[in-house]
Structure formats: C-alpha cells, structure tokens
C-alpha cells in the first residue's frame, strides 16, 4: 500500500474495475515486459552464437567485463540468478575458457570468477553484438537510456514490495 501511495496510485478500494478491459493480455504490464524480454532475447541469440555463448552467459560476461573477479554469490546478486542456476553457466564459460574460478584463498566456501584472456579479448568483439541490439531497437540512444531507467525504477520497487511483505 505504501508504494501505490508513492506512485500516486488509488488505494486499494479504489483499483476494483468493471472495465471489461483490465484483464486483456495486452493491457498487462507483466506480458508487456515478459513478450519484450524474449523478443530481444530471439535478437541476441544469433549474434551471441558468433560468440558461443548464450544470452544468460554474456550476461555474466558483461559483469565481469565491468568488474573482474567477483565470487560466485555477488555474480548471483547482480543477475538476479541463484548458485544452482549460475554454477552450470559458470561451468560453460570455463570450458570455452573464457573464464577460471578459484577457490578464494582467505576464505574456501567463496569462489572467485575472473576473466580469461580469450573472455577479455572477447569484449571487443561484444562491442559490435551491442551496436547492432541498439540499432535493432530502432530507438535512440536518449530513449534507450530513458527505459533502461525506467524499468531500473520498476524493478526496484518492485523488490522493495517484495521486502515489505
């Protein structure tokens, strides 16, 4: 309820509708950005397969690429991925060598994901594969930035409610 008031939206009582339309497909934000997602996944797959890597790698990839050697737990964090869902990915991207996991030294239950070579040499090449994304959206770069925003806020607030329960 406090979010609802902070974004201006009516109270509880107030959101019953007799509007024919409130549960059409399209009228829902959560279709709105689940279609999306996979439509730009279905975008990324055929330049990711010139990297061999899938998209939930690359997106490892460009985490490390931002800050190398983070544990497996912080890579988590930043995905939004769980250890049982990152390990496999992780495992793949160490067999194309890409990149090597360690044992933190200081503390043996963390494990340290680092860059390769070949995973840093990748990065050049990931270069164009964004360029292209970015044309394919036919958006430019203001209104890129302004959604990525957007659904940063969304995404957000959307897990502070999931907090306050």
């Known amino acids: 309820m406090m979010i609802a008031a902070r974004l201006g939206m009516p109270n509880k009582s107030r959101t019953r509708t ?3 339309t409130t549960l059409h497909l399209d009228n829902q934000l959560c279709f709105a950005l689940y ?4 439509t730009m996944t279905r975008v990324y797959q055929p ?11 690359y997106l490892v ?4 690429w931002e800050h190398d050697e983070r544990t497996v737990s ?15 990915l992780l495992k793949r991207l160490e067999s194309v060598n890409y990149v090597r996991r360690e044992r933190d030294a200081n503390d043996e239950r963390r494990v340290i994901v680092s860059l390769t070579p070949a995973g840093r040499a990748l990065r050049q090449r990931a270069q164009a ?6 044309c394919s959206t036919r958006c430019s770069a203001t209104e890129r930035a302004s959604l990525t925003r957007q659904l940063g806020r969304l995404r957000n607030m959307l897990k ?3 907090t306050e329960r």
């Open 74 to 88: 912080a890579l988590g964090e930043k995905l939004f991925l769980d250890s049982g869902t990152l390990t496999p």
């Open 47 to 57: 330049l990711l397969r010139k990297l061999k890597v899938t998209y939930p790698q």
């Open 61 to 64: 990839l460009l985490v490390l």
């Open 35 to 38: 279609s999306t997602s996979l």
């Open 129 to 134: 594969l964004h360029d292209q994304v970015a």
């Open 18 to 20: 007799t509007d024919s």
């Open 160 to 162: 502070q409610t999931l």
